[in-house]
């Protein structure tokens, strides 16, 4: 059975920073896709960032491209979330998400992604 177990997170004030990390155990396979996804009560859960398994593909949401930064460590089963110049509107419980396969691209719907974290409460304040 495989594990994401997050952490990180928390309160942080307009323009600051944070990271999230994302830890994967019990895997079966060796390559995967990997992702952020956040989700606010009421509301979609939304694509926040993506990694192929080399890192070679990255892609970015909208809303937070040029402010945030994925990256991920296979050695060590780890996938991080640099969270910059954070905005009110990036309140949310943000989770990670994992894919197995050996496609080097991202995924970007909710429905691809066969793992997931218990989610992350990130709350920026003014």
């Known amino acids: 059975q495989v594990q994401l177990v997050q952490s990180g997170g928390g309160l942080v004030q307009v323009g600051g920073s944070t990271r999230l990390t994302c830890g994967a155990s019990?895997?079966?396979?060796?390559?995967?896709?990997m992702a952020w996804f956040r989700q606010n009560p009421g509301t979609a859960r939304e694509f926040v960032a993506g990694?192929?398994?080399?890192?070679?593909?990255?892609s970015y949401g909208r809303s937070v491209k040029g402010r945030f930064i994925i990256s991920r460590d296979n050695a060590k089963g780890m996938l991080y979330l640099q969270m910059n110049s954070l905005k009110q509107e990036d309140s949310a419980t943000y989770y990670c998400?994992?894919?197995?396969?050996?496609?080097?691209?991202?995924?970007?719907?909710?429905?691809?992604?066969?793992?997931w974290g218990q989610g992350t409460q990130v709350t920026v304040s003014s």
């Open positions: 998400a994992d894919k197995p396969t050996d496609w080097p691209g991202v995924y970007y719907e909710v429905g691809e992604y066969e793992w």
């Open positions: 019990g895997r079966a396979y060796n390559m995967s896709t």
């Open positions: 990694i192929s398994w080399l890192g070679t593909k990255i």
